[in-house]
């Protein structure tokens, strides 16, 4: 077998590699549309009622996903990627929304107040990057977040020798 007849082997290999990375791809498309937005949402709602309802749907879709407990790291476990901690803090504003929407003679200042803490509690500033939705990182891949990073490597050296295969070809020719 020549050289040149391994070349659809190596694309082929390319292919396989980029499979991965697609996955996780569109994992974390999928979180952000199901539960990643609507925390965005709720954070950005100019009506308690609004900013209820998108928080709701944001921990049903967590409940659902048995994103409630546990920790996105693999190697040691930090606080920035703790999921219960994350979770329960949803449940707070959810359960602070509640309590004023209910309240029948809370005030414009008890409501904005409200919504000014949600967004703090939802939202972390990254200066001139501007602010983004606290979620701990890995969460769109969890529970399996070990298996994608042992994945993500072999997808990294997979599509390396395939570069370097089909890099060794063209200088062939």
């Known amino acids: 077998m020549t050289n040149r007849n391994l070349l659809p082997l190596l694309f082929v290999g390319i292919i396989i590699g ?3 990375p697609t996955i996780v791809l ?21 009506s308690v009622e609004l ?25 040691w476990k930090t606080e920035d990627e703790n999921i ?4 329960k803090n949803l449940v707070a504003c959810r359960d602070e929304l509640k309590l004023v929407v ?10 904005s107040n409200i919504l000014m803490k949600v967004r703090e509690s939802l939202m972390d500033n ?4 501007g602010d983004e939705i606290t979620i701990p990182d890995g969460i769109s891949r969890y529970p ?7 994945l993500r490597i ?10 370097l295969g089909i890099m060794a070809i063209i200088n062939e020719w």
């Open 26 to 46: 569109v994992k974390s498309i999928k979180f952000n549309q199901n539960c990643g937005g609507y925390i965005k949402q709720a954070a950005d709602a100019n």
């Open 126 to 129: 990254h200066g001139d990057k």
């Open 102 to 111: 209910e309240k029948e003679d809370a005030t414009q200042l008890e409501k």
């Open 144 to 150: 399996h977040n070990a298996l994608f990073g042992v």
């Open 84 to 87: 219960g901690f994350w979770y």
């Open 51 to 75: 900013s209820l309802s998108r928080l709701e749907t944001a921990i049903n879709y967590a409940e659902i996903n048995n994103l409630t407990s546990g920790y996105t790291s693999v190697l």
């Open 18 to 20: 980029l499979v991965v």
């Open 154 to 163: 072999l997808s990294f050296l997979i599509l390396f020798f395939c570069g």
